[in-house]
């Protein structure tokens, strides 16, 4: 009996450019409406001029996650 659930994810990369520092002021990501609120991730940033806690952008010569995981 089928339940309806997904059973399989498809995954695709974009790329994202930065002029100056990465920060979530930057990036296209950044939604500004009511409250600044990241489109990927749904974090509220409190400080834009920082990447968020949750960011999840790598950076392509070393592979590691932008984002501070607190």
Same mark, same amino acid.
Do not use: L, Q, S, V
């Given at each position: 009996m089928d339940k309806g659930g997904c059973t399989s994810y498809i995954t695709r990369t974009v790329d #994202?450019?930065?002029?100056?520092? #990465?920060c979530c002021?930057?990036?296209p990501l950044l939604e500004t409406y009511a409250r600044k609120q990241c489109r990927r991730t749904g974090e509220y940033i409190l400080d834009d001029r920082i990447v968020g806690g949750w960011c999840p952008l790598r950076d392509p010569e070393t592979g590691c996650i932008e984002g501070q995981y607190y």
């Open positions: #994202i450019h930065f002029t100056g520092d #990465i002021a930057r990036c």
